[in-house]
């Protein structure tokens, strides 16, 4: 049976975005046909967590309604470099505990982390979704894999736009930034685009 996971952080015994994560777990539940969700809330307070500092909670479920935690701490790391990787058929509708066809991807580059291309479309991470900025304003590729809790939250604050990033655009960007549940939306933490080793300089320079 399939097994689906939600990270979801925990900051001084506050929990974030909590509305947004029990919205996927409902939907993912109710899209393979099942009645009954878990209760994310209810887990969190079971677990009784009473220390200060920043961490991930970290809940694997599958459509029994059976699952696991673990409260891990966090701490964000920074990224040498990123290199286009290109796929045309993954997906990852749904947040799959499984994710060997994304590690297979990274393992196969020659980075520390990829940003994968579909269908000459920007889209994620392997771990996040992306926002890149032109001006003063920044947007969020409309070609996602997975339709981030913090991607659906910047998006109704208005903080980010949506746009069609493709091969042929990138350069119109300055900088980029890697958005998730545990990484906030934050200008300190944005890379120069071209922190991408394979970024194309123009349309007919394009390698992946």
Known sequence: MSQFIESIKVEDKEIFLLDQHQKRVNETFSYFGKEVSIN????????????????KLRIVY?????????????AMSEISDFQLVENNSYDYSFKFEDRKELEKMKILSKAAEIIIVKNNHITDSSYSNLLFKKGKDWFTP????????QRQHLLKSKKIKEAEITLQNLNDYSHFQ???AMNEFDDAYSYPINCIKNLPKNSDQIEL
């Open 62 to 74: 599958d459509l029994t309604g059976t699952y696991r935690t673990q409260m891990i701490p966090y």
């Open 40 to 55: 994310l809330a209810d887990i969190f307070k079971s677990l009784e967590h009473d220390e200060d500092g920043l961490y």
């Open 142 to 149: 409309k070609t996602f894999l997975l339709n981030g809790v």
């Open 178 to 180: 890697l958005i998730n």
